[in-house]
T-cell receptor, first 110, second 116 residues
Framework: GQQVMQIPQYQHVQEGEDFTTYCNSSTTLSNIQWYKQRPGGHPVFLIQLVKSGEVKKQKRLTFQFGEAKKNSSLHITATQTTDVGTYFCAGPDSWGKFQFGAGTQVVVTP | GAGVSQSPRYKVAKRGQDVALRCDPISGHVSLFWYQQALGQGPEFLTYFQNEAQLDKSGLPSDRFFAERPEGSVSTLKIQRTQQEDSAVYLC??????????????FGPGTRLTVL
């Protein structure tokens, strides 16, 4: 079945630095969604990408959908302590159910 | 309502007990999903309702798990004869339309179940 993988599993960043986290699917996706889960919280929807090669920005966050629609990335610039949390990507399988990756846990050092 | 609510937020059960977890979706949302999230993992799909119809229950791990949404709004996830491996956070999400669309899912705060 479809697998959604995220790397890295953990990301330690110094405040002010940039980093990128990656999401890879074993199958082509019709769309991909990104969520953020703060420690002790629940997943909160960030963005959805639908088109091949699509790039969307939300302030310091840049999301990209690969040309083959099998991978995606999230790039955060000038990391802040408010960026702490786990970032999940999710893509629908052939039945329409969303498969979540295991997430990238981001820790920010002041 | 303002968002998806779940109750209880925390549940401790002795092994073998039955538990019932409640989800109140956003008013007017057609679709409702249940997920199980183990520590350090992403949410794993359990089951999906469109209104009162349970269209997909392929993710339910065993026949001890049962979900219902009798009037197409509130949903209950019931786990019978709980086992230690059932310990997890159970998340409920709702969306306006359906799973085959590109609709956004809104998650509730989850119920953290601990089975002793």
């Amino acid at each position: 079945g479809q697998q959604v993988m995220q790397i890295p599993q953990y990301q330690h960043v110094q405040e002010g630095e940039d980093f990128t986290t990656y999401c890879n699917s074993s199958t082509t996706l019709s769309n991909i969604q990104w969520y953020k889960q703060r420690p002790g919280g629940h997943p909160v929807f960030l963005i959805q990408l639908v088109k091949s090669g699509e790039v969307k920005k939300q302030k310091r966050l840049t999301f990209q959908f690969g040309e083959a629609k099998k991978n995606s990335s999230l790039h955060i610039t000038a990391t802040q302590t408010t960026d702490v949390g786990t970032y999940f990507c999710a893509g629908p399988d052939s039945w329409g159910k969303f498969q979540f990756g295991a997430g990238t846990q981001v820790v920010v050092t002041p | 309502g303002a968002g998806v609510s779940q109750s209880p937020r925390y549940k401790v059960a002795k092994r073998g007990q039955d538990v019932a977890l409640r989800c109140d979706p956003i008013s007017g949302h057609v679709s409702l999903f249940w997920y199980q999230q183990a520590l350090g993992q992403g949410p794993e799909f359990l089951t999906y309702f469109q209104n009162e119809a349970q269209l997909d229950k392929s993710g339910l791990p065993s026949d001890r798990f049962f979900a219902e949404r009798p009037e197409g709004s509130v949903s209950t996830l019931k786990i019978q004869r709980t086992q230690q491996e059932d310990s997890a956070v159970y998340l409920c999400a709702s969306s306006l339309v359906g799973v085959r669309s590109t609709d956004t899912q809104y998650f509730g705060p989850g119920t953290r179940l601990t089975v002793l």
